[in-house]
């Protein structure tokens, strides 16, 4: 990992909401906004039904991307990698640690995904990503050869 792994970690604690991008069985792609957590290890948790198309896409190919932005600051977080059922025995800790203390700013009428789970048959998965980059296009760069983004897996 690269010596500013820690900008990512910085990033996305203020950040709950990505763009999760799939693959259908045919080839097509879908982009879904999820609310996720993150852990120290830039595992990112989150809940969807069976019945959506989000999750059929990730029963048969595992391999998804997700975007993480901030228009104001223009920065973002992108990564790609495998997504993977959360273990039954897990799920206590992810739910209530991880996935109920998701919270936007500055919406006091926040409902988060945890709540709704009695409707309908929940997934609660894990999106670990086996490549991920950082960009920050705040600053202009004075060498054309600068680079905004940053590989960090």
């Known amino acids: ?7 990512v970690q910085e990033f996305i604690k ?28 830039l595992k990112f948790y989150f809940m969807t039904r069976a019945d959506t198309l989000k999750y059929k896409n990730i029963e048969v190919n595992p391999l998804a991307a997700l975007t993480i932005a901030d228009e ?33 700013r500055g919406d006091f009428q926040w409902v988060p995904p945890v709540i709704k789970v009695h ?17 920050d296009f705040r600053q202009p760069k004075n060498d054309v050869h600068s680079e905004y983004i940053e590989k960090i897996i």
Not at 1 to 7: G, I, L, Q, V
């Open 14 to 41: 203020h950040y709950h909401m990505g763009i999760l991008s799939t693959v259908s069985e045919r080839g097509e792609p879908w982009g879904s906004a999820i609310i996720f957590a993150a852990d120290d290890d």
């Open 72 to 104: 104001e600051k223009q920065v973002e977080v992108q990564a790609s990698g495998t997504i993977s059922r959360v273990d039954a025995k897990d799920y206590m800790d992810v739910i209530f640690k991880k996935l109920a203390s998701v919270k936007p």
């Open 1 to 7: 990992m690269s010596k500013d792994f820690s900008k």
């Open 119 to 135: 409707r309908g048959d929940y997934m609660i998965l894990c999106f670990t990503p086996s490549s991920l980059q950082y960009a």
